[in-house]
């Protein structure tokens, strides 16, 4: 086999990438990248932001934590982008990050980005083990499950899909269609936990000037005037994706999502439910306001340096040599 | 108005001792004064033709979505039938991938290309994949006609073997999968391709093919009886394109001989079959005019045609290369070598272009052969000196019948849209409609404007 060793955690991200807490979510995923305690398989966007702007945006990020030639599609997907109606306009925080030339960039053009439930699907395929964080309206998802031998490859390889809920209405019946019929645990991450452990706003300035120019930073400063401290439904969603057991937060008996017509979401304790819902532990918090602050603002991993071991030195005998031609 | 004229069957053929041959469309085969219509509506063609090792991508993709117009270099041979053509950009083929499995690209783009399938790895009999699109296709029409569907290759095949990193040789010889492990064999030898389009079931004894053969005979002297027959009974125009089918049957018969006459291996590294033409875009008019007859008279409406196999060695002395086409498209930045992946992928379309026109130029009822098909020109690679599979080279040609397709554009889709999404509108064009075809995502949308 060509790979040795466990592969890092595949992450799928399905956003709508129109508040901070998406922003530093991204950059959240990226700083765990660079710990390799995870990796991005792939974004999906859709929702009330998903602008080719935000598209953009997410792959310039991309790009700035991961220096260096452009890989090849083999080994990263270009950011899903729903295009089932007219886009939004970029937002301002967008723009702010998007307009700065120095950041280097895959998309100019729509059909740049990919094919929404098929970068869903593709960021699994590409992993041996994967994780969730549906933050989006679940449409893609939902989708996605249609695909053909897509339900086992989610039975055998996602681990857990977290859906976070920020206030924004879901798309009801896919979200109904995810819940009743996706493969995997599902964690529940309400709008009360990203409200409880607000981001501190004072990080932005502190702890990202290791790089001069900062396309987080750009966007989170675009969003309103700082510091705030922004809620951080997405960067919770995405820490509990990824470590779940590491007492970030507490889990809830099971239970299930119940799913309003109107799109809002609300945890329903229940012994048949297969969800639970994050709590958060107050004794916890700073440990997880420091996860929060070091992973966003981390700085992106040294490319690993493919060195051949040192050969062994071979006594071997020198081809002889050939005679001058004659003039 | 007094109908007189007797309705001549679609299905007749021509029969003789050891020969079968099937007949274009004759007008006698419509209803008195309704010649302008087919019988049971035209029917719709589908062939793939696939080109190995990627494609010089540099000098293949138009610059803009749209109408077409002056194509890049390597598509330029294809200008006069830009109009019957849609260039498609951004298709992927992800199980090609090396995902986690690891090398073996070659292994697997063929496959994973006409299926959509993940390729199991193996070199032994244990193949398994999917069932290929074109026999998709075939599922829903295949009954319909003298031949399911035809296999053809320009190269020698292979059905078992480890041919690259664990993949056995049938996953890179072979387009057509019946089953999930049960491959068909392109025919590489044009005499036995002729006489499976015009030849019987009821063999002719092997003494008397034999004799046949060695004098030189002509498979129409065995049918001459029924085609007397036939032409008394019909009209001054139908007679004329009788003979003009029978003159092209017998042309192609003729180089079939010319072939097995002149087939010296010139090339002691490549193999051939006996009887292969020893220029290669001989070898490719020869084989795609017996695709065109077949398609022609109805023989089959679903075919495919294999340039090469994936990671095909060729050389192409032709044109004065005489490195493999592999080993070119492995030119890490060697202009001189990524050159000649560009003339030897021009060669391919100039022949290709050769096909289309000869399609558009066979009447059929009030319309032609190339508007009655679908013809996918592509790749499992795109680049292939890296094995990307995603933004493959693909070309779709005609217009499906009944302008399903509204050919002359350049088409853009999102990345990551899956190849098999075109192979699932064609099939459901040809009468099936697959809830999956690999692993489609859907339908592929825009093919037609209206």
Known sequence: MQFEGKQPLGVVYMTSMDRPDAVLALALLYGLQAKRESRIGSVCLNGPGASLGAAIFCDLVQRFYTPGPMRNANQTLLPGLALDG??????????????QTAYARSIKRLSDTSLPEAVIRNGVIFNSEAVMILSAPATYLAKSLDLQGVRELYKDRVKRLVVVDSGTPQDAPAIRKVLAEFPSPIFFCGKDVGDALPYP??????????????????????????????????MAGS???????????????????????NG???????????????????????KILKAYTELASAKPAVPQQRVRPPQKAVDTPKPPTAPAKPD | MIVTRKKLSRRTILRGLGAAISLPFLDAMTPAFAASTLPGGKPVRAAWFYVPNGIDMRHWTPGDEGPLGTLPSILAPLQPVKDDLLVLSNLTANWGRPLLVGAGDHGRALAAYMTGMQVYRTAGADLRLGVSADQVAASAVGHLTKLPSLEIGLEETRQGGNCDNGYSCAYAYNMAWRTESQPLPPISDPRQLFERLFGTDVAEPPAAHARRLAMRASILDQVGGDTKKLESNLGVSDRRKLDEYLTSVREIEQQVQRSEQDGVIIDPAMEKPYGVPPEFPDYFRLMTDIMIAAFKTDSTRVATLMIGREGSTRAYPEIGISDGHHPLTHHMGNMTMLDKVSQINSLHLKLFAEFLTKLKATKEGDSNLLDQSMIVYGSGLSDGNVHTHDQLPTILAGRGGNNFISPGRHIIYQRETPVCNLFATMSERMGVTPEHLGDSTGRLQGLSLS
Request: glycine share 6%; charged share 20%.
């Open chain 1, 201 to 234: 706003g004072s990080s932005i300035d502190k702890d990202f000037t290791w790089a001069p120019q900062h396309p987080i930073v750009d966007a989170i400063k675009a969003y309103k005037p700082g510091p705030y401290d922004p809620p951080s439904y997405d």
């Open chain 1, 264 to 286: 809002r979401l609300s945890f329903v304790p229940g012994p048949t439910g297969k969800v639970r819902s994050l709590i958060v532990d107050p004794t916890q918090k700073d």
């Open chain 1, 86 to 99: 007219p886009l939004p306009p970029d937002s301002a925080m967008i723009t702010a990050a998007v307009s």
């Open chain 1, 239 to 261: 820490l509990c994706a990824v470590h779940p057991d590491q007492g970030f937060f507490q889990l809830s008996e099971p239970g299930s999502i119940t799913v309003a017509d």
